[in-house]
């Protein structure tokens, strides 16, 4: 159903995407990103395509931070691979298990695997090279919260399995484009990844058509008819988001009213939004500042400096060229030339709405 509010994880369900699920199996790259804003369907994807190939891991990086309360520990990374081979069905299961059974750390009882405390990773990696997998890492730019170095013992493992594991292929994920890149440092000297190829998959909303078609197809599944005014007054307001369609979707199939149903989205996306910005907020009250400015339309450099300076906020130069730097690898803003004046946008033009009525 197009209308289920939770990640998609079979093709069947997921709507459009097929050009880029395609490019994310045939791909040789033994590392390939996976980029894209907020909501617009990298956690749907990333799963359907693990799902469509018969040795495919999914872990989740953002969970990890969140259930270790603001870190990754190893003993979390750990129990994450150990749930991703505990979740592998079918024949595939029994050739995994054959090639881990003498990995130190691993104990195979009855049908569960389990992971020992001081299991090393790579040992695990090595055996599941021998039968090939893909291992899928969601929100990724969140491992730079592993160990104590800023995640390098993760990128030094990555960069070993690159290296040296032929059979393994990893899909990193990130709403955060810049940071995720940042982490990677593929271009940075210091990094263990550095100067290594990877392949690129940039989700983007749909397109106006494909979002009509996909409310249109929505509706239909739950065999409801709906006004082409209705679908219409959605997607203007909404733009192509899949993750607000499908909230509208669902409570205008309860409600039967547009505009009841827009400010229900609008109040979802406030929702996640608070929870998004507390974060920001905890790494500087003025990210909030700037995002506000910026929805409200003092859009260039000098207007959000004098905006946070009347909120009492005289932040120096370097400091704002920094924050707002930061705002941009968080993928929350875009920085546009038009007519030879750097002006900055939000991404999102329901994060905009939602920013404008803070
Ligand atoms: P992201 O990981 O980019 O934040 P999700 O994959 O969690 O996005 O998707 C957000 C919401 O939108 C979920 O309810 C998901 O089911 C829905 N969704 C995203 N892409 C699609 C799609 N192509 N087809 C159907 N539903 C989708
Ligand atoms: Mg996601």
């Known amino acids: 159903m197009l209308f289920d509010p939770r990640p998609k994880k079979r093709r069947e369900e ?40 018969e040795n495919g891991f999914y872990i989740d990086a953002r969970k990890m931070y969140f259930d270790s309360g603001g870190w990754i520990t190893s003993e979390s990374l750990i129990r994450e691979f150990e749930s991703a081979l505990n979740s592998l069905r079918g024949s595939v299961r029994g050739k995994v298990l054959e090639a881990l059974r003498h990995v130190k750390g691993v104990s195979l009882s009855g049908v569960r695997v389990e992971l020992s405390r001081d299991v090393r990773l790579s040992d695990v990696l090595e055996a599941l090279n021998e039968v090939g997998a893909v291992i899928g890492i969601d929100e990724a730019q969140y491992l730079r919260f592993y160990g104590a170095r800023g995640g390098k013992e993760f990128l030094a493992l990555l960069a070993y399995s690159y290296d040296n594991l032929d059979n393994l292929r990893f899909i990193l994920s990130g709403s955060e484009v810049g940071l995720l890149h940042d982490f990677l440092g593929i271009n940075d000297y210091g990094s263990p990844l550095y100067g290594r190829s990877h392949g690129e998959v ?93 929805a409200m339309g003092r859009n260039r450099w000098e207007l959000i400096r004098d905006y946070l300076a009347s909120k009492g906020q005289n932040v120096p130069k370097s400091r704002l060229a920094e924050l707002i730097k930061n705002l941009e690898k968080m993928s929350w803003i875009e920085a546009d030339f038009g007519s030879g004046r750097k002006r900055y946008r939000i991404i999102d033009p329901v994060i905009e709405r939602v920013l404008m009525e803070r």
């Open 14 to 53: 997921l709507f459009d995407r097929n050009k880029e699920i395609g490019q994310l199996i045939n791909t040789k790259e033994p590392l390939t990103l996976l980029l894209g804003i907020r909501r617009v369907g990298k956690s749907s994807l990333l799963r359907v395509t693990l799902n469509e190939i």
């Open 202 to 294: 940039v989700l983007k909303p749909f397109s106006r058509e494909l979002s009509i078609e996909f409310l249109r197809r929505g509706f239909s599944e739950i065999e409801m008819e709906v006004p082409h005014e209705v679908i219409e007054g959605a997607v203007n307001f909404l733009d192509g988001v899949p993750g607000w369609l499908v909230e509208f979707g669902r409570k205008y199939a309860e409600i039967r009213n547009l505009k009841g149903s827009l400010e229900y989205v609008f109040r979802q996306a406030k929702g996640f939004l608070n929870g998004e910005l507390k974060e920001l907020e905890r790494r500087s009250p003025r990210y909030v500042l700037i995002l506000e400015a910026i």
